[in-house]
Nanobody, 115 residues
Framework: QVQLVESGGGLVRAGGSLRLSCAAS????????MGWYRQVPGKQRELAAQITIGGITDYADSVKGRFTISRDNAENTVYLQMNSLKPEDTAVYYC?????????WGQGTQVTVSS
């Protein structure tokens, strides 16, 4: 069993900041990528940011320069620092982890940015 527990979502005004956290536990031997996807109703889930176990990062163009992903391998935790938030960042944010060839997902946390 693998558990991904997210925290840190909420409501913020445009221009504000939020920090998401996701802790992985359980049978996580072999964990490699961790990251965050986001989804709005009626649209596909899209990658926001991801990070390898070695610290190599990848960002969606829409969040580059505003979001920073980081990772604590000792705690199996990934963070997403979101600055200069825009209303279009409003979505449910899902943590994910790649363990060998399988993706695991958190339950999602709502981020709402008001204009």
């Amino acid at each position: 069993q693998v558990q991904l527990v997210e925290s840190g979502g909420g409501l913020v005004r445009a221009g504000g900041s939020l920090r998401l956290s996701c802790a992985a536990s359980g049978n996580i031997f072999g964990i490699s990528f961790m990251g965050w996807y986001r989804q709005v109703p009626g649209k596909q889930r899209e990658l926001a940011a991801q990070i390898t176990i070695g610290g190599i990062t990848d960002y969606a163009d829409s969040v580059k320069g505003r979001f920073t992903i980081s990772r604590d391998n000792a705690e199996n935790t990934v963070y997403l620092q979101m600055n200069s938030l825009k209303p279009e960042d409003t979505a449910v944010y899902y943590c994910y982890a790649l363990i060998f060839a399988s993706n695991y997902w958190g339950q999602g946390t709502q981020v709402t940015v008001s204009s």
